[in-house]
């Protein structure tokens, strides 16, 4: 009977193990699933708004900047917490025989509590301050996030501008190919030489390196835009079209605006709040903290009991503070240089942002005008000389080659145009306020 129920107990005690293990697996496999899963949910295809609300909502980046302010908060509770007491208990023995010497009696025992009082208020003035330090963590995580908006939305300007840069070069390579299909034709008509089409060739081989290259260049740039956010197995592509945001080149607007949404001068203006309270925090602390005592003292065989209350405090008679005082006080002088110098470098650089800009958006407009208007005219005009024989191939292939030029030129220029508002955007705060309105 005995061996039955010990058979019976080791087959439960399997079952057991095996119904662990395989929940172990179980959620092992969810763990190493949850990553690529993350991965697959983001979209192929992304615009600038969708970026934006994943930068915000997914990059494990912009956690780890949320994360200081998980630390911070964790100051607020230890600040907020009372001092333990202290308890302590002591015997005394008689010693040699003597008897009747301190008390009657073989023993004496104590039991004392100490409990601390904080009456000078250092309690609130310590929580005070790390709430304060909360509000610099959150202000700071902001400025990580403004960063890291700036970085992404540079990167995904330069990745549909490549995408644009490899359509038009895809384009010219069709023209190309099919001028090297009319010259084929005119050598077999005899009316073009064999050096005519060992040029064009020449000349569509170099084009598609070029094409290739700009396909390599694109795949760089879409994987560093996935290793910024955090997602080293995503391979984006822009959406959207390549074109100035029409961001305002007016300084004393955009330095208003700056004033209250640029998240480096809110940091700045927090900090000095935070130095306040520091300074606060330390006055507080120079007051001694007084400690209640309370205890009993008894005695066996006979049995006798006393009772012990006092007060016990530290005399300032050195130590008095001085160091939380000077620490304090430094720290709220380097908050005002910081602020102030901070609100000046900021003022600057947007004025330098926005005579870039200015330039940059005058450079392109006269591009327009100038340069990329005539350009089907002067394809049409070149290629009707060449079949009417009034040009050769030579000036044939140097219209195509200063045409597709002169796409790429205009991309750089709006991609130029488009970086220079972003910093017009980064100075005076608006980058954060494009995930809610993106127009």
Same mark, same amino acid.
């Not at 929940?23 to 983001?42: G, H, I, M, T, W």
């Not at 509770?77 to 010693?95: E, F, I, T």
């Given at each position: 009977?005995n ?7 080791i ?6 193990t ?12 969810q ?33 780890? &900047?949320r ?19 202290k ?7 008689q ?9 009657d009696?073989?023993?004496?025992q104590?039991i ?29 995580a ?12 540079r990167?995904?300007?330069?990745l ?6 490899v ?5 010219a390579?069709?023209?190309l190919?099919?001028l090297q ?27 598609k ?9 694109n ?18 592509q ?13 300084v ?12 480096e001068?809110?940091?700045a ?19 001694p ?11 066996d065989?006979?049995?006798?009991? &006393? ?8 005399l ?18 380097? &908050?005002?240089?910081k602020?102030?110098l ?5 003022r ?15 450079t392109?407009?006269?591009f ?6 005539p350009l ?6 070149a ?7 009034k040009?050769g ?16 030129n205009?991309l ?6 488009i970086?220079?508002?972003l ?9 954060a ?7």
């Amino acid at each position: 009977m005995n061996t039955h129920y010990l058979k019976i107990e080791i087959t439960r005690n399997r079952l057991k193990t095996i119904s662990i293990a395989m929940l172990l697996l179980f959620n092992s496999a969810q763990v190493f699933s949850e990553e690529p899963l993350k991965n697959r949910d983001l979209p192929k295809a992304v615009s600038i708004h969708q970026l934006l609300r994943i930068v915000r909502e997914k990059s494990p980046r912009y956690a780890v &900047a949320r994360s200081q302010i998980e630390a911070a908060q964790a100051d607020v509770v230890a600040a907020d917490v009372l001092p333990n007491p202290k308890v302590s208990y002591g015997r005394y023995d008689q010693a040699g025989g003597q008897r009747n010497t301190q008390f009657d009696g073989p023993s004496q025992q104590n039991i004392n509590l100490e409990v601390p009082m904080l009456l000078a208020g250092q309690r609130g003035a310590r929580k005070d301050a790390a709430e304060r330090r909360v509000e610099v963590a959150e202000a700071d995580a902001e400025v990580e996030y403004n960063r890291l908006i700036r970085e992404t939305w540079r990167l995904f300007v330069q990745l549909l501008a490549g995408q644009q840069r490899v359509a038009a070069l895809d384009e010219a390579n069709r023209e190309l190919e099919r001028l090297q299909t009319l010259i084929s034709g005119k050598e077999n008509a005899g009316t073009a030489s064999r050096y005519d089409v060992m040029r064009i060739t020449q000349e569509v081989q170099s084009l598609k390196a070029r094409l290739e290259n700009a396909y390599t260049d694109n795949a760089g740039v879409a994987g560093e835009l996935a290793v910024l956010l955090g997602f080293p197995d995503w391979k984006p592509q822009a959406q959207g079209a390549l074109a100035p945001l029409g961001v305002s080149a007016d300084v004393d607007t955009l330095w208003l605006q700056a004033e209250h949404n640029n998240p480096e001068l809110e940091s700045a203006r927090r900090e000095t709040v935070a130095a306040d309270s520091g300074l606060e925090r330390a006055r507080r602390e120079r007051w001694p903290v007084p400690s209640l005592l309370l205890g009993t003292a008894f005695t066996d065989r006979p049995y006798g009991n &006393a009772a012990y209350a006092g007060v016990s405090v530290d005399l300032p008679i050195f130590d008095r503070g001085q160091g939380g005082m000077a620490k304090a006080s430094a720290e709220k002088h380097a &908050a005002l240089l910081k602020r102030e110098l901070l609100a000046a470098a900021t003022r600057q650089e947007l004025e330098r942002a926005v005579e870039v800009l200015s330039r940059r958006r005058a450079t392109l407009a006269g591009f327009d005008r100038d340069v990329l208007a005539p350009l089907p005219s002067l394809k049409q005009m070149a290629e009707d000389a060449y079949r009417l024989g009034k040009t050769g191939l030579l000036e044939l292939l140097d219209s195509s080659r200063s045409r597709t030029e002169i796409k790429l030129n205009h991309l750089e220029l709006v991609t130029g145009e488009i970086e220079a508002e972003l910093d017009v955007m980064m100075a005076s705060g608006l980058l954060a306020a494009a995930l809610d309105d993106p127009a």
